[in-house]
């Protein structure tokens, strides 16, 4: 049992470490925000372990942002907030993690394409919820002239959410259905002293 925990927390901080690649590269650009696929890597956290390891995925990825001085930080509760609590609740996403995976050994293809965009669906709106709120708080005076921060944060960030959201369940789907190994094949009684 210990030597599994040490898998799972091995593929806990190699995912995030991805994640923070691919949140590097370039993303795609619309009105004030920005649309990437980088949440993949914790997604997939989620559906091969659960919710506890990817909330820990997140939340190490968010504190990689920090670390590798990646962030746009006004203060130390948006960082907190935005950062830290923002991105662990991508690992609500894990949730679904069990019934993701009995929909691919059971190969019903409609479910757990479904499911699997249940699941990125929460897991982003979990996480853009913190950054919705940041918007209406801590960014509030950068809102346009005229603009109310609510309506603000809301194109700004629900325009991400749902970008993202689309883009993160195109990309799990297709690597999900095409290769659900990825998920399904998790060692099960630890590493062999061998």
């Known amino acids: 049992m210990k030597n599994m925990k040490l898998v799972v927390m091995i593929e806990v901080a190699i995912m995030a470490a991805i994640a923070l690649i691919l949140d590097l590269l370039p993303s795609i650009p619309v009105f004030n925000t920005s649309i990437s696929f980088a949440m993949v890597p914790i997604f997939i956290v989620a ?19 920090i670390v590798v001085g990646d962030l746009q930080a006004l203060g130390f509760w948006q960082v907190i907030l935005e950062y830290l609590f923002a991105f662990a609740c991508i690992g609500f996403a894990g949730l679904f993690a069990s019934s993701i995976q009995n929909a691919l050994k059971t190969k019903q293809k409609g479910l757990a394409i479904g499911l699997i965009i249940l699941a990125v669906v929460v897991g982003g709106f979990t996480r853009y919820i913190w950054h919705f709120i940041a ?60």
């Open 47 to 65: 559906f091969r372990w659960g919710f506890k390891a990817s909330t820990i995925a997140g939340f190490l990825w968010g504190l990689l942002q």
């Open 135 to 194: 918007g209406v708080t801590i960014w509030a005076s950068y809102a346009p002239e005229g603009m109310s921060p609510f309506i603000n944060s809301l194109i700004v960030n629900g325009g991400s959410y749902l970008g993202a959201t689309i883009l993160c369940s195109i990309v799990l789907v297709l690597l999900l259905i095409s290769a659900p190994r990825i998920v399904l094949d998790r060692p099960s009684t630890g590493i062999s002293r061998n």
